[in-house]
Structures are given as structure tokens and as C-alpha cells.
């Protein structure tokens, strides 16, 4: 790795659609700039905790079993098959609508099918909490998924929700995307810039 190259965190629940197209865009930003990524998970179900009503309502249940074989990999084999595994889950949920894939995904990313059964364990729920409250305590309880955050001047980290995109932008694009993003995050006191989405997600398939 490049001594000039910034490590960018990526904290993902895997069954959120826009977080897969802006995980695709942070892909293509490592080629394009001088960016590696540490995949991170995070919990949609971790986050609406105490609400009277989930906003996922029924996959509220589901939602659990994914994030917790993600914990097992990331605790077992590290960042880089992390990746390979959310990689392998995007494809099956979001490109082929195969939600009982876990199994399947793990095959694809090289790893131990095995790892299956931290799916029905609690075992790894802490560890679900811990990455979880990491990436809240950088931009507050009020966002969800995907949280990113990079080095920035001494020593503190430039952090922010998103960005949502759709489609996953790529080439040049991509690169004035993150160019942007960062510039905008790393403004002191600057918080939120917005606008409602008019589209389903963009796959780009």
C-alpha cells in the first residue's frame, strides 16, 4: 500500500439496497484514487431498537441472520474476506433476489459454509453492537447505512452517512464523487445536504 494512500471504513448492513450501489461506487474509487477500503458492519435492526414500530417491518426478524455471519467472517478472517463475502451477498440478494442465500454467499466468497450457523447464534451480537455504535458515535443516532469515514487532519476522522447514488457512478464520476464528498464532509460544522429519491435502486445490471 502507498504511503499516500487514505483507508476508507465502510461500515454496511448487507440487506440494505443503496448501501450495495454505494458499496459498487467505493470499489471503483479505490481504482480511481488513492483509497483502500476496511469493510465494517453495522445493523439496520440494531438501529430501530425501541422503536413502537420498525420501519423494516416483517425482514425486521430476518435481518439479524446476515449481520451476524458478517460479524463471524470479519472476526475469523479479517477486512478482505468481509468484502468478498458482502460482495457475494449483494449479488444473491440484491441482483438475483436469492434472501436465503447465506450458505451459497459464503461458497462464493471462498469461505467456510459453516459460517452459516452464526446466523441463529448470538454469539457475534456484540460484536454487531460494538462496530455499530463505533460508526453512530461519528455522525450521530439520526442516519442508518452506509456510515464512511477516512483519515482526516490531525488525526481526527472525516465521517458521514452515504452518499446514497443510483446507479453506482463509475471512471471519472466516480472520482469527482468522492473528491466532492470528502471536500463537503470535511467543512467544520457542516451537517446534511439532501434530496428525496424519485427512483427504485439502479443495480446498474
Not at 33 to 56: T, Y
Not at 170 to 189: F, K, N, S, T, Y
Request: hydrophobic letters at 40%.
Amino acid at each position: 500500500m502507498s504511503p499516500h494512500t487514505r483507508v476508507a471504513e465502510f461500515w454496511f448492513d448487507p440487506v440494505c439496497p443503496y448501501t450495495w450501489i454505494t458499496s459498487r461506487w467505493m470499489i471503483e474509487v479505490t481504482r480511481v484514487r488513492p483509497v483502500a477500503l476496511r469493510w465494517r458492519v453495522m445493523s439496520l435492526s440494531v438501529l430501530n431498537e425501541g422503536l413502537d414500530e420498525n420501519p423494516e417491518g416483517e425482514w425486521g426478524d430476518y435481518m439479524w441472520a446476515p449481520v451476524r455471519v458478517c460479524a463471524a467472517v470479519e472476526q475469523r478472517y479479517g477486512s478482505e474476506a468481509l468484502g468478498r463475502l458482502y460482495t457475494a451477498l449483494g449479488s444473491r440478494f440484491h441482483l438475483q433476489g436469492e434472501w436465503d442465500a447465506l450458505e451459497a454467499s459464503l461458497s462464493d466468497a471462498g469461505l467456510p459454509v459453516e459460517l452459516a450457523d452464526a446466523s441463529l447464534s448470538t454469539d457475534y451480537d456484540q460484536a454487531v453492537r460494538s462496530s455499530h455504535n463505533e460508526a453512530m458515535s461519528l455522525v450521530g443516532q439520526d442516519v442508518g447505512t452506509p456510515v464512511i469515514a477516512v483519515p482526516g487532519p490531525n488525526g481526527t476522522r472525516i465521517a458521514f452517512f452515504g452518499p446514497v447514488v443510483s446507479p453506482a457512478p463509475r471512471g471519472d464520476l466516480a472520482a469527482q464523487l468522492w473528491d466532492g464528498v470528502l471536500m463537503v464532509a470535511g467543512v467544520p460544522g457542516f451537517y446534511e445536504l439532501k434530496r428525496s429519491r424519485t427512483q427504485e435502486p439502479d443495480f446498474g445490471v
